[in-house]
Every structure is written in structure tokens, then in C-alpha cells.
């Protein structure tokens, strides 16, 4: 039985009860009209270097049946897309996944439903016989001749992005400094500006540029694009076609990270997220699995953020998971991830705004934590569920990938001891 036909079998079995835990919603709250097509249309990237398992300098412990290269890595996310039809693109990291035939591997991924998300540019590990070493950084470099190699490098991607249908470059910059007095912050901040530059020129006119900012690691004293206040004012100085990028890791413990994204947004300098959850540094863990309430409350900020500007919340917007796997199967961790991220975005739709600004304007406050903690604490996953079925895919992802040994399936096939190019 092909897996098409396994997730119809598992909706027949489950289908009764989950039309009865939707009928008793609906009974209780009352859901926007659109609710169910607008968490159709959102679709959320994969990253192509979290389908094996991850580690840390500690260790690493894999799980067998990882991806041995990039057609076997389309093809696991071709499976997520098939079971929750949330995961409909991929997002390269270059030169980790570079695409031996762009026009075979873009074919392929068609074949699973996929487009390509953003490509990234990996300007923070030399390469095998590369000229100039990035131990001292990239776009920030007292050299020009290393500027010059990241610069290139850049444009590289962005023409195998391209090639691809890829419509935008995310740059992470692990440059920085580890110690006082190392570094002049002017000049690394003004030679990156002039790097950028030059990438930025290279971008055609439908393309973004996404600049991600990160509070340390690589880096312990300073990072150049350290937090959103640096990457806003280089992507002002750059152009309208760059953008800053949220990764949910990447701030001081107790940033108030959905207060950054209503700014940012505000601004139309928003380009997108590398969702994600942590309890510490850049931990890189699960969405949703540390903070959930921090998620939706992000998420309450992009929809009426969005919704101030008319964006079109499916498109606008680059929606993409950036995750390390150190413990779990990575399949498994994605299917929880987009789970929380459509989770959060429901509740957010589910938001009565009229009340909200009445109670705000009235300083009720109160009022305003009682409307909000409705949202969060009605449990919506029958709405998630019943897009999930009318796009074909399965009501219970994890209860099928489970039951049909996806994994071990895997490593019949791959066997126990490849392992994915990636973190
Ligand atoms: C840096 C980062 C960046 C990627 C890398 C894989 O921490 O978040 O987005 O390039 O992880
Ligand atoms: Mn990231």
C-alpha cells in the first residue's frame, strides 16, 4: 500500500472522532470563517541541514537511516509534506546540499509537492582548499581579499538559487569577536555594510535578501550582527529588498522577542523566521516545545502586524524551521514543530482584536490577558487536523509515521550509520 493509501486508511479510522471533537469546537467558540484556508495556504520550509541527527562538541548520537545526500533528503521532506501537508518547500544550506543537477533536483522536488525556500550562504567554515580562512570572519574581514571570497561566494548562491526558483538569500554572519580590544566595531560594522552591498547588488529584482542577527556562539565578546537593532540599521543602509531575519534562538535570555517582530513589522522590515525553541542559548530545540506561549504570542503580533500592512500572511512573509536534532528522529521532530507553529497561528487567528483594542483602550488589563489566554488555551488542534485532511494529508502525522516504521524502514534501506550532511 502506498502512502497515500495509508493515510487515507488512518482518516477513515480516526475520521469519526475527529469530526466529534470539531463539532464540540464549534460548539464552543466561534471560528473565522477563513480560519481553515488560511492554515491551508501557510506553508512552512524545511531546512535541508536538519533531516539528520545533530550533536554538540560533546557528542553526537545517530539514529540510522539518515539522508546520504540531497535527492534521499527531498524525499524525507517530501514524506513530512505527505503526511501534513504544512511542509511544502525546502530550504538549502550551500555548499552542505549544492545541487549536482539544479534542473533534476528542482523536478524531483515538484514530483513531492516541494518548492525552494530561501538559500544560505555558509560564510562561517572553510572550505576544503579555500584560499582565505574565515577564522577572523568574512564580510567583517581586515582582509579583501577574504571580503572579496565571501562576497563571491554569496553571488554563488544566489545563482544556484535561481536556478532553483529560490527567491531569497538568508545570510547568517558568525563574524565577531571573542575578546576585548580584538576587534574595531566601527570598522567591522562599515566593511560588512560594503560587503553586503556588493551581495545586494548581485540580487535580481524579485529576490530578498534576509539579514539574520545572532547574540553570540561562534563568537563569545561580540557579534557584528548581533541583534535585531544592528541587522535593522544595515538592511535600512542596503535597500528595500533586504530584510531582517528572526531566529528565536538567537537573543539574550528574556528578550521580548514578539515585541522585536510588531517593530520590525511595523517598519516593513520584517523578511522572516527560523522558528525554533530554547531554554538557554541557541539550543536550536523543537518550536513550541519550551515556550509555546511565547510562540503565540509572536504569532499575535504577525497577524495583526500583517494584517495593519495587508499582507498576505501565506506569502509575504519567509516562514522556515531551523532546528538541530540531538535526541529525537529528526522526522519526528519536524512533524512536532510545523504541528506547533500551525498551532500558534490558529490561536492567533482565533484572537477576538475588537475586544482586545477595547480593553487595551480602556486599560483593562485584565480584560486584555483574559482575551488573549482564550485564544491560547482553547485547544485547536481538530481546526489544525481538519486542514490537514481536506489537503489529503493524514489527521495524525505521528500516531502513521509511528505505526509504518517510517524510521526503521529508513535504515533498512540507508542503514544505521549514515549520516546527513549539516549541524
Ligand atoms: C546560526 C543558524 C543559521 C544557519 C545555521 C545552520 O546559528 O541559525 O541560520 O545558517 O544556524
Ligand atoms: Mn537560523
Not at 526558483?165 to 562599515?190: E, I
Amino acid at each position: 500500500m502506498n502512502l497515500k493509501d495509508k493515510i487515507s486508511s488512518q482518516n477513515t479510522q480516526l475520521l469519526q472522532g475527529h469530526e466529534r471533537k470539531l463539532a464540540f469546537l464549534k460548539s464552543e467558540v466561534d471560528v473565522p470563517k477563513d480560519l481553515i484556508q488560511q492554515l491551508k495556504d501557510f506553508q512552512i520550509a524545511i531546512p535541508s541541514w536538519a533531516l539528520g541527527t545533530g550533536g554538540t562538541r560533546f557528542g553526537r548520537f545517530s539514529g540510522g537511516g539518515e539522508p546520504r545526500n540531497l535527492e534521499e533528503k527531498i524525499e524525507d521532506v517530501g514524506l513530512l509534506h505527505a503526511l501534513n501537508q504544512s511542509s511544502g518547500a525546502i530550504s538549502l544550506h550551500i555548499p552542505w546540499d549544492i545541487p549536482k543537477d539544479a534542473h533534476q533536483i528542482r523536478n524531483l522536488a515538484a514530483q513531492h509537492g516541494l518548492a525552494f525556500d530561501a538559500v544560505n550562504s555558509n560564510t562561517f567554515q572553510d572550505q576544503p582548499g579555500q584560499t582565505h580562512s574565515y577564522k577572523f570572519g568574512s564580510l567583517q574581514h581586515s582582509n579583501q581579499a577574504t571580503r572579496k571570497q565571501a562576497i563571491q561566494h554569496n553571488i554563488e548562491v544566489i545563482q544556484q538559487g535561481i536556478e532553483l526558483g529560490s527567491k531569497s538569500l538568508t545570510v547568517w554572519l558568525s563574524d565577531g569577536s571573542c575578546f576585548p580590544g580584538q576587534l574595531n566595531f566601527r570598522k567591522a560594522y562599515q566593511r560588512t555594510v560594503e560587503s553586503l552591498q556588493e551581495i545586494y547588488a548581485a540580487l535580481p529584482s524579485d529576490w530578498k535578501l534576509f539579514l539574520e542577527y545572532k547574540a553570540y556562539e561562534p563568537n563569545f565578546y561580540s557579534t557584528t550582527v548581533g541583534d535585531w537593532g544592528q541587522s535593522y540599521s544595515m538592511v535600512n543602509k542596503l535597500g528595500e529588498k533586504a530584510l531582517t531575519l528572526v531566529d528565536l534562538g538567537h537573543h539574550l535570555p528574556n528578550a521580548n522577542i514578539e515585541q522585536i517582530v510588531a517593530l520590525l513589522l511595523m517598519e516593513g522590515k520584517l523578511g522572516g523566521f527560523h522558528f525554533n525553541d530554547s531554554k538557554y542559548g541557541d539550543d536550536d530545540l523543537t518550536a513550541g516545545s519550551i515556550k509555546p506561549y511565547q510562540l503565540f504570542l509572536i504569532f499575535n503580533e504577525l497577524v495583526e502586524g500583517m494584517d495593519a500592512r495587508g499582507m498576505n500572511h501565506a506569502k509575504d512573509l519567509g516562514w522556515m524551521i531551523d532546528a538541530s536534532h540531538n535526541v529525537k528522529d529528526p522526522l519526528e521532530d519536524l512533524l512536532q514543530s510545523v504541528e506547533a507553529i500551525q498551532l500558534a497561528y490558529a490561536q492567533a487567528l482565533m484572537v477576538d482584536r475588537k475586544a482586545l483594542e477595547l480593553a487595551r483602550d480602556a486599560n483593562d488589563v485584565v480584560a486584555c490577558q483574559e482575551i488573549l489566554q482564550a485564544a491560547f488555551r482553547t485547544d485547536l488542534r481538530p481546526l489544525v487536523a481538519q486542514a490537514r485532511l481536506e489537503l489529503g494529508g493524514a489527521l495524525n502525522p505521528m500516531t502513521l509515521y509511528r505505526s509504518e516504521n517510517v524510521r526503521g524502514e529508513l535504515i533498512k534501506i540507508r542503514g544505521e550509520k549514515t549520516q546527513a550532511t549539516g549541524l
